[in-house]
């Protein structure tokens, strides 16, 4: 294959791979949302501690983000259900 055709080859395949990272970032955000919502929905304040856990859930230490959502006045139940809704 010439040099002039493998660069926008090259180009198309690394368009597709940062297409495909964009299309999928909304849907994180949605999953914190899941876990934020579902704290609130139980009756407790969302604050930066909530949403804070609520992300460390998302990237996946779903035993910190029950944790911390303890510490921050959720209940054992509500936090470990919570966190499960977290992760993308």
Known sequence: MRRSATIPSALAGLALALGGV??????????????????????????DDVRMACYVGLVGDQARCVSDLAQAGVSNAVATEACRQAPG
Request: hydrophobic content about 40%.
């Open 22 to 47: 964009v299309m999928t970032a909304p849907a994180a955000h949605a999953d914190i949302a899941a876990c934020q919502d579902h704290v609130q929905n139980q009756g407790t304040e969302v604050t």
